[in-house]
């Protein structure tokens, strides 16, 4: 079983460190040529649009994606940020708490930015953009972290938009 992650690129800029990421993530497709897959999970948040000829043939299964006509598992973001913003508020008593966000043109990240504002509100914690801090989504979270905590002292709590910007 191959598990495939992979970005939409359309940068072609050499400096653009999403596009970096895109490049090492995607020469998985290069796969094919040397390799026979029997099925294959595919990562695509945020696709818009795909080569429909990568590994034709092939039986696949998109992860979370809003493909029409395509066998999708979808998870449910709201489902868990609420369940991880209820414990820390109603279990381990944090009345303060921000989030390390995601880049603006992240539909994933601008979600979950506004369930954690929801869940905050839905808590009796009054949400203000001070307590959001928008970051590029990878473990170079460090500056924007810093800026989020020296604007919140006294902080309790950081939720992070995904998996990478919470290894700071």
């Known amino acids: ?35 026979h897959f029997d099925g294959l999970l595919l990562t695509f948040p945020n696709l818009s649009r795909m080569q429909k000829d990568i590994y034709e043939g092939i039986p696949k299964v998109y992860l979370a994606t809003d493909l029409k006509d395509e066998v999708t598992v979808n998870y449910d973001d709201e489902m868990g940020i609420r369940e991880a913003i209820e414990y820390l508020i109603k279990i381990k008593g944090v009345t303060k708490l921000c989030m390390l966000g995601g880049r603006d043109d992240n539909t994933d990240a601008q979600k979950r930015k506004n369930v954690f504002r929801q869940c905050l509100e839905d808590n009796g914690l009054p949400y203000s953009e001070d307590l959001y801090e928008p970051a590029d989504m990878s473990t170079r979270t460090q500056d924007p972290a810093a800026r989020l905590l020296e604007r919140n002292p006294g902080t309790q709590a950081v939720f992070c938009v995904n998996d990478a910007s919470a290894e700071i």
Do not use: A, C
Not at 17 to 35: A, D, S
């Open 1 to 35: 079983l191959v598990v495939i992650p992979g970005r939409q690129d359309d940068s072609r800029d050499p400096y653009d460190m999403m596009h970096q990421y895109k490049i090492r993530h995607n020469l998985i497709y290069m796969m094919n040529e040397q390799f």
